[in-house]
Nanobody, 122 residues
């Protein structure tokens, strides 16, 4: 089973950019779909984006602003966040499952990281 650790969360201003990283150990991420989810205070965990070896999918509110990429040499996945808005404020989690088509629902993922906080000030 793969173990995941997120990093890169911080306090930024609206319009800024930042990159979150999901580092993995225990197995190669090449065999997994990696999803990113976020949870704001008082809200349910929601899908952000996911990537597998055949496709990448994004939630509508982040399309054109967020970009997922895989770094197979470092066994990591990066979530590049551009033009962030206050509504992007949340704890961001990465998750993994061994599927070719990345799921959009949290229960379909087997492994989770501990999360990293992103705060966007207006």
């Amino acid at each position: 089973q793969v173990n995941l650790v997120e990093s890169g969360g911080r306090v930024v201003q609206a319009g800024d950019s930042l990159t979150l990283t999901c580092d993995a150990n225990g197995d190669t991420l090449r065999r997994y779909s990696i999803g990113w989810f976020r949870q704001a205070p008082g809200k349910d965990r929601e899908f952000v984006a996911a990537i597998s070896w055949i496709t990448t999918v994004y939630e509508d509110s982040v399309k054109g602003r967020f970009t997922l990429s895989r770094d197979n040499d470092k066994n990591a996945v990066h979530l590049q966040m551009n033009n962030v808005i206050p509504e992007d404020t949340a704890i961001y989690y990465c998750a993994a499952v061994r599927r070719a088509v990345p799921p959009r629902t949290a229960p379909d993922y087997d492994s989770w990281g501990q999360g990293t906080q992103v705060t966007v000030s207006s």
